[in-house]
Each structure stands twice: as structure tokens, then as C-alpha cells.
T-cell receptor
Framework: DTGVSQNPRHKITKRGQNVTFRCDPISEHNRLYWYRQTLGQGPEFLTYFQNEAQLEKSRLLSDRFSAERPKGSFSTLEIQRTEQGDSAMYLC??????????????FGSGTRLTVV | AQTVTQSQPEMSVQEAETVTLSCTYDTSESDYYLFWYKQPPSRQMILVIRQEAYKQQNATENRFSVNFQKAAKSFSLKISDSQLGDAAMYFCAYIGYGQNFVFGPGTRLSVLP
């Protein structure tokens, strides 16, 4: 297993278009997380899944954002009607369900989105 | 809500010297964990060191050590014998009862040859 994989690595889109990102977690991990990182800031939590169930969503996740993990393996994050403020790096992470310890949390290299 | 503050946007250190990065946090939770992550230009977040709040002993990992002051809610990272490969963004992070990290804004560390 080569870790958490995210595709594409870069995405440039015009304002108003829809985009979809994919995350493939470590196969043994049943938790999967999405974070957003804007320039000069630390990552901010968006949402997480345990298996296929989406258990928590941040208030940052507006109605234009939707995340899925249909078979409890890979996940997709879709942004509809993109806005320039959506420009950021979108990080995915996966872990075992070790409550509160953060142990074994593995991040991907992110998808950098630029909305022009 | 929990918050994490890093007051040093940028720091620099001479190769082989020691540097300390500062972090403070705010929480009302009694059980939590604190972390330092490194993010090089390759963008992947790499765990540097982890501290359980219930442990009084400061964590160490080779050249990296922390000074954890629970009462002051302070969690600084010391890098000894700095190497060129240590240059990166460093993020202080908190995880408590929730399932997600709360990150600080980061400190950009430059290592000068």
C-alpha cells in the first residue's frame, strides 16, 4: 500500500463549473477525512466518513459541496458552481477509528484547485 | 471551540543550530493530544511528534522534542542540530473528543547553510 492517494494533483477550472476530486485511502483504514487548506493557513476540517457513512460535516461545507464514499473505500468531493473563494488545496486523510488519539492518521498530498 | 495559535509566521535557523517554534492552544476538554506536523513543498503532511495531554513527560523523537506546559496551554517544538531537510511549514495541531484535527496557521522554517 502506497499511502493515501489523491487525484488530480492540480485542477484549474472556470468559475461556475463543477469539479470532482478523488481520494483513495489506505485500504485497512475505515475512516476518511477531507480538509481544506487555503494559502498561508493550516488545514480546516470539512467532513469525515466511517466506512460509507458520513458522520460529521463542518459548517464550512456549504450546499455546493458534496462528499461521498459509496462502498466504504474511495471517496469523492464535488464542488458545484465553483467560486473564486473555493481556490485552495483539498487534503484527504485516513485512519483507524482510534477515538481522539489521532494516531495512524495519514494524509494525502492534496488536490490544488484554482478557480479563474 | 478549540483554537490553536502559532505566533511566528516565519523563522530561520542556521544549519546545525537549534530553533524553537511556539504554539498555544485553547480548550475546555480534559483529554486531548497535541501534534506537530511538517509540510514540505511536496505538500504531504508528515507527523513530527505527538504528545498525550495526560502525560507529564515531554515527548522526544530524535532531534525533535517538545516543551508541553499544560497549565499554560503551551506546546513548543525544539529542533536540535537543524538540517537543510528540516525546511518546511510546521503546523501545531490538536485533537480532542472530536474526530478531526484543529490546526494552527503554521510557521515557515528556513534553514540557512
Amino acid at each position: 500500500d502506497t499511502g493515501v492517494s489523491q487525484n488530480p494533483r492540480h485542477k484549474i477550472t472556470k468559475r461556475g463549473q463543477n469539479v470532482t476530486f478523488r481520494c483513495d485511502p489506505i485500504s485497512e483504514h475505515n475512516r476518511l477525512y477531507w480538509y481544506r487548506q487555503t494559502l498561508g493557513q493550516g488545514p480546516e476540517f470539512l467532513t469525515y466518513f466511517q466506512n460509507e457513512a458520513q458522520l460529521e460535516k463542518s459548517r464550512l461545507l456549504s450546499d455546493r459541496f458534496s462528499a461521498e464514499r459509496p462502498k466504504g473505500s474511495f471517496s469523492t468531493l464535488e464542488i458545484q458552481r465553483t467560486e473564486q473563494g473555493d481556490s485552495a488545496m483539498y487534503l484527504c486523510a485516513s485512519s483507524f477509528p482510534l477515538v481522539g488519539s489521532g494516531d495512524g492518521y495519514t494524509f494525502g498530498s492534496g488536490t490544488r484547485l484554482t478557480v479563474v | 471551540a478549540q483554537t490553536v495559535t502559532q505566533s511566528q509566521p516565519e523563522m530561520s535557523v542556521q544549519e546545525a543550530e537549534t530553533v524553537t517554534l511556539s504554539c498555544t492552544y485553547d480548550t475546555s476538554e480534559s483529554d486531548y493530544y497535541l501534534f506537530w506536523y511538517k509540510q514540505p513543498p511536496s505538500r504531504q503532511m508528515i507527523l513530527v511528534i505527538r504528545q498525550e495531554a495526560y502525560k507529564q513527560q515531554n515527548a522526544t523523537e530524535n532531534r525533535f522534542s517538545v516543551n508541553f506546559q499544560k497549565a499554560a496551554k503551551s506546546f513548543s517544538l525544539k529542533i536540535s542540530d537543524s538540517q537543510l531537510g528540516d525546511a518546511a511549514m510546521y503546523f501545531c495541531a490538536y485533537i480532542g473528543y472530536g474526530q478531526n484535527f484543529v490546526f494552527g496557521p503554521g510557521t515557515r522554517l528556513s534553514v540557512l547553510p
